[in-house]
């Protein structure tokens, strides 16, 4: 009896993993099947496409040939040599100290900085500026801040009043003053 039995025991296991393998390749045949049906509708497309009367193809337009031109030297600039402009900048004395070390607010745009409010400590006025990264720093008159050389010139208590160098587009430069407000939703 015991190797009647021992037969069914290694039959079950089998049965078991043969259920499984067909649990799992009927969902594919019908996934399958279901992609094969709708490939009809392709098929007819393509075959629409390709029974169209092909078109005529236009020819290639005639180029014109230029006029010719003949180059002769003379004493004013040749056209090969880039222009040389000959505007004299008068130069104001304005420049940005380029030697100067950086303040860590002239790493931000004036529009990602923000005056938080002020403080007075031994009779000097120092404003809270909150820089783009969401660090306090405090600054007074004479700190720098802003990309253009920003020169902080005076601190009430609603704005912070800069003078900046910017390029004046003839490669010089002016001076320009910018204002920062102070700002409680920034």
């Known amino acids: 009896m015991k190797q009647s039995h021992l037969p069914s ?4 296991p089998q ?24 490939m009809g509708d392709l098929h007819n497309q393509v075959d629409q496409i390709l029974a169209r009367p092909g078109g005529k193809i236009e020819p290639i337009p005639e180029m014109k040939p230029l006029p010719k031109y003949s180059y002769t030297e003379t004493e004013e600039r040749t056209p090969f040599q880039p222009a040389v402009t000959q505007t004299a900048t008068k130069s104001n004395g304005i ?10 607010l002239e790493m931000y745009p004036l529009d990602a900085l923000a005056m938080k409010g002020i403080i007075e400590h031994k009779g000097t006025l120092y404003a809270l500026v909150r820089d783009g990264d969401g660090v306090i720093h405090e600054i007074q008159v004479g700190n720098y801040m802003g990309l253009n050389y920003g020169k902080v010139v005076k601190i009430s208590t609603d704005k912070i009043t ?18 920062v407000q102070q700002n409680a939703t920034k």
């Open 95 to 104: 420049t940005p100290d380029m030697n100067r070390p950086k303040e860590p």
């Open 9 to 12: 025991q290694r039959t079950q």
């Open 15 to 38: 049965r078991l993993g043969s259920i499984k393998w067909l649990v799992g390749l009927v969902p594919l045949t019908l996934l399958l099947n279901g992609c094969a049906n709708h």
């Open 162 to 179: 800069l003078e900046e160098i910017v390029p004046d587009g003839q490669g010089g430069w002016r001076t320009q003053s910018a204002i």
